[in-house]
């Protein structure tokens, strides 16, 4: 069953209004899942707000009824989440605000700056036509045309008056970006069921949200011109505009499924870690010096607009797995514990119980060291928690031939015998051990390392047995000899 995501179905906005301090927003359009662009988006807003001690705000752009899912809903709220992403106050449904929107655009009919436009689509499309000939954008002919000569009861969309002058726009990213007035067609505000377009929408739910700073792809560009046509029309303030280049493939080319444009579940599933992502994702755009590696504290204290570039900036794997293994070495013990046993949920081959998870919470200050991502993890933990017998095969079956079982069983004699078992008398023991045999100590460690391993991925023996204790230790070498 889906879970309930609560939206805020009223129209009206008071929490966040009248503040004079910094106010952000995220907004998708609940269309799919929350990719690795909005995520970075997110952030973005996220840290800027929180620089400046102000609010991050989240809007679900549900206007199109017929792309828009619960789904998608739920999976952008889950993916926030996730990764750590706090909004604050409820989150705001686009299409809840409608009967706000057509208000505003009520507005804009009075003050002349939109009107009711009644061309029909083959009309719309046969003066579009000839406008592009002329190098223009479409004009529709009823800006000018009495409402009184309108066809009867013939259904009509609202436009907005493309004004005459010229948009420049001042980006926090871009600089100033100037487009020529001929450029912009009449912008259609109102569909000819009522329904408000994405323009204008945007316009008023960032005004009535009271948004300071709108930081999006570089894709919105063209669109923020428009709002800011619409922004004029209305005299309301603009809020700053801040739009940051598209993430590109490692190759340079447009992000695609194969590069990595996944949802951010997939991310999770590969292991990587909320803090982690956040801070690959931190770079991916945004510098701060030569800079790569960032706690939370000093993200928030050192966003800025700034430090946003103008290059696209390249999906990096090999970046994101190393910025990874920096918070893993971090992270708290007790919580990767939690994590790596949460993704071994499903197997069946290892030991899942208080005993398996002591020993890995014991060996984790040094497991973690070894894995850029939880997948890896589960990886280094595995020795410590296979399920009994242990099956050895290939190369490293090879170093239990008999003489070398036979020499594992005068090694448990010992082992059996050592009052104070830690890694330093282990270590010791072994290697007088060896030096008793008259062999190198390769000679001891690898049928051992067979034995207590199977040649899963170990650290030192001396820390493999200190960690499995005696009983679990002289058990599986049992096993073998
Ligand atoms: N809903 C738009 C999108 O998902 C973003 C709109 C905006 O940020 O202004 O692309």
Redesign the pocket.
Known sequence: MLRRHSLSQRNTISHVQNTQSVIT?????P?GFLHIG?AR?ALFNALLAKRHGGKFTLRI?DTDRKRSTDEAVQAILDGLHWLGLEWDGEAVSQFARADRHREVVDQLIAKGAAFRCYLTPEETESLRDAAFKDGRALRSPWRDRDPSEAPASASFTIRFKAPDTDVVLHDAVQGDVTWAAKEFDDLILLRADGVPT?NMA?VVD?HDMGITH?V??D??LV?AAR?SQIYDALGWDKPIFAHIPLIHGPDGKKLSKRHGALGIEAYRAMGYLPEGLRNYLLRLGWSHGDKELFDDSEMAALFDLKGLGKAPARLDFDKMAHVNAWHMAKADDTELTTLVFQRLADRDDVRRDDTAKVWVHEAMRVLKERASTLAELEDQVYFLIRSRPIEITGKTAKALKDDARARLGRLRAILADISDWNEATLGAALQSFAEAEEVGFGKIGQPLRAALTGGAPAPDMSFVLAILGRDEVLSRLDDVI
Request: proline share 5%.
């Open positions: 927003r995220f907004a998708p359009s269309t909005g988006t752009e994405y945007v960032d709108v999006r792809g894709d919105h669109n709002q």
